[in-house]
């Protein structure tokens, strides 16, 4: 996300999660993601997005850009427990 004070929030039709098993996690995952791309490609041009792709990162994601950096925003955090 880039760092400004503007958020623009786009609705779209709800995501049918009732309509795969728990056995089918992945597939519903897979399908949620292509759902988001979908709608995210119909809408980019209108919210001045046009140029841009939809990237999805994980928890491995490190961010190493200069903000990033400099904020401390690039590390991954630790966690550690106590049991």
């Known amino acids: 996300m880039p760092l400004t004070g503007r958020c623009t929030t786009v ?34 041009a209108e919210y001045m997005q046009g140029g841009c792709e939809l990237e999805f990162v994980g928890k491995d994601y490190v ?10 925003l690039n590390t991954r955090p630790c966690l550690k427990s106590k049991l």
Not at 26 to 44: P, S
């Open 11 to 44: 609705w779209f039709p709800p995501f049918r999660s009732s309509e795969f098993k728990i056995e089918q996690l992945d597939e519903c995952h897979a399908a949620y993601l292509k759902h988001l791309k979908k709608y995210f490609d119909i809408h980019k």
């Open 63 to 72: 961010d190493n850009d200069a903000v990033a950096r400099f904020l401390g």
